[in-house]
């Protein structure tokens, strides 16, 4: 079991993310890769972010989402009633060669607080396009323009509104878990590797908390007090 210590807390409350390493098992992890591949073949095909809601979700995506792993890592950042309400395998195909845009995700879903996990199907880098973040960004609303492009993601910040603020690349291995607030200002690079970059983002939130969000009309609880 991962410890989330007081001081990964803290660091938690102060940057908008916490970095869990060697979470899931490079079997698990290409698995799951291979489950996202045939169900993205299977509908559209096509590069991007792939949504599952909790009630239409595939087992293995549920399982991995509602792991007790997760759980352990989740529950002293969100609380110990913490509630599964989607997941998104991303897709970037060999011929992605833009950034996916700046954005807050409580701009596609407002509401009470949620958080999500950037699950690592296979190791992440500059060159295939991992995630980047702005530390401390979580710690308020930044305004989002309305664009509708080949990109996807409608809700964007430009390079240009974010000012000389501090960028992380966020390098992963296979298994590795980012857990991060949905106001964190995150970003990834495009991919120029040549190869496909997949990851998985499962999203939760806290039972006891009232949200006013109506994107989710179902959830699962995974975890109660222990
Ligand atoms: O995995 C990526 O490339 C970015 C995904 C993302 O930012 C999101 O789904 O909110």
Redesign the pocket.
């Given at each position: 079991m991962q410890k989330v210590t007081d001081k990964a807390r803290s660091s938690f409350a102060k940057n908008g993310f916490l970095m869990a390493e060697a979470v899931f098992t490079a079997e698990e992890m290409m698995a799951c890769k291979a489950a996202a591949k045939e169900l993205v073949e299977n509908t559209s095909g096509s590069s991007g972010?792939h949504v599952w809601m909790c009630d239409t979700i595939p087992p293995l995506f549920e399982s991995i989402s509602c792991d007790p792993r997760m759980a352990d890592i989740l529950r002293p950042l969100i609380g110990s009633r913490i509630e599964f309400l989607s997941a998104?395998p991303?897709y970037?195909s060999p011929r992605v060669h833009f950034a996916?845009p700046w954005?807050q995700?409580e701009a596609y879903w407002g509401g009470a607080t949620k958080m999500s996990a950037?699950i690592a199907l296979e190791d992440a880098t500059p060159e295939n396009?991992c995630?980047r973040v702005i530390p401390g960004s979580h710690l308020r609303k930044w305004d989002h323009a309305s664009v509708r492009d080949a990109r996807g993601f409608n809700n964007r910040i430009s390079d240009d509104d974010l000012g000389d603020e501090q960028m992380m690349d966020v390098v992963m291995q296979r298994g590795d878990a980012l857990v991060f607030h949905d106001r964190l200002l995150?970003?990834?690079h495009p991919n120029r590797s040549g190869r496909e970059r997949w990851?998985f983002?499962p999203t939760y939130r806290n039972a006891d908390v009232p949200d006013s969000s109506t994107v989710w009309a179902t959830s699962k609880r995974i975890a109660d007090a222990v």
């Amino acid at each position: 079991m991962q410890k989330v210590t007081d001081k990964a807390r803290s660091s938690f409350a102060k940057n908008g993310f916490l970095m869990a390493e060697a979470v899931f098992t490079a079997e698990e992890m290409m698995a799951c890769k291979a489950a996202a591949k045939e169900l993205v073949e299977n509908t559209s095909g096509s590069s991007g972010v792939h949504v599952w809601m909790c009630d239409t979700i595939p087992p293995l995506f549920e399982s991995i989402s509602c792991d007790p792993r997760m759980a352990d890592i989740l529950r002293p950042l969100i609380g110990s009633r913490i509630e599964f309400l989607s997941a998104k395998p991303v897709y970037k195909s060999p011929r992605v060669h833009f950034a996916s845009p700046w954005h807050q995700d409580e701009a596609y879903w407002g509401g009470a607080t949620k958080m999500s996990a950037w699950i690592a199907l296979e190791d992440a880098t500059p060159e295939n396009g991992c995630l980047r973040v702005i530390p401390g960004s979580h710690l308020r609303k930044w305004d989002h323009a309305s664009v509708r492009d080949a990109r996807g993601f409608n809700n964007r910040i430009s390079d240009d509104d974010l000012g000389d603020e501090q960028m992380m690349d966020v390098v992963m291995q296979r298994g590795d878990a980012l857990v991060f607030h949905d106001r964190l200002l995150h970003s990834s690079h495009p991919n120029r590797s040549g190869r496909e970059r997949w990851s998985f983002i499962p999203t939760y939130r806290n039972a006891d908390v009232p949200d006013s969000s109506t994107v989710w009309a179902t959830s699962k609880r995974i975890a109660d007090a222990v």
